[in-house]
C-alpha cells in the first residue's frame, strides 16, 4: 500500500494541546504541492471539503482508549482518538479562498507541517446521513469539551 503527501497543512497549532479537538473557527492554510495544483480546477464552487491528513506526530496508540467525554474505555475504532494504528486524520471544513495552490479554510484540526493525503469535496446530499445510531456517546454534553459548541449528541436522530 502506498501513500504519497500531496501537500502540507499550514496551522497556527505547533503542539497537540494548542490543537482543539474537532477543528474550531481558526484560519488554517492548505498547500497544495505544484505537481498536484491542477487538480484544485473547479474546487472554488464548493463551500466545504473533506480533507484527509496524516496524523503525524501521533506515535503510539492503545486498542482501548479513554476520551474527554467519560471515564470509560471504548474501543480505540469506536472514539476520535487521534492515537490509532494507522494515523489518519480527517476533517469536514470550510473552504474560505483559493490562491493558486493554496486553500483558506476553517474548521481543520491539524498541527502546522501535517501531510496532506487528500482533498474531496463535501455533498450533503452524499455525505450527511440521518437515522443514525450514535452508541456509547448518546446524551453527552459536547460543551464540556468544545466549549462553545451548544449541540448535544441526543440532538443527532
Not at 479537538?21 to 491542477?38: H, L, R
Request: hydrophobic share 30%.
Amino acid at each position: 500500500m502506498n501513500l504519497r503527501s500531496i501537500g502540507i497543512i499550514h496551522s497556527p497549532y505547533k503542539n497537540k494541546k494548542e490543537c482543539p479537538p474537532q477543528g474550531d473557527e481558526e484560519i488554517c492554510w492548505i498547500e497544495v504541492s505544484e505537481q498536484y495544483a491542477e487538480g484544485l480546477k473547479d474546487i472554488d464552487g464548493f463551500s466545504h471539503l473533506i480533507i484527509l491528513y496524516w496524523l503525524h506526530q501521533s506515535k503510539d496508540f492503545d486498542l482501548l482508549v479513554k476520551t474527554p467525554w467519560d471515564s470509560e474505555q471504548h474501543g480505540v475504532f469506536a472514539t476520535r482518538s487521534p492515537n490509532r494504528p494507522n494515523a489518519l486524520g480527517f476533517s469536514v471544513i470550510e473552504l474560505i479562498d483559493r490562491d493558486g495552490n493554496k486553500l483558506k479554510v476553517k474548521g481543520l484540526d491539524a498541527l502546522e507541517g501535517t501531510p496532506l493525503i487528500d482533498i474531496k469535496p463535501y455533498l450533503p446530499e452524499i455525505d450527511s446521513k440521518t437515522n443514525v445510531r450514535i452508541g456509547w456517546i448518546k446524551g453527552t454534553d459536547f460543551s464540556k469539551v468544545y466549549g462553545k459548541r451548544e449541540k448535544k449528541s441526543e440532538d443527532v436522530q
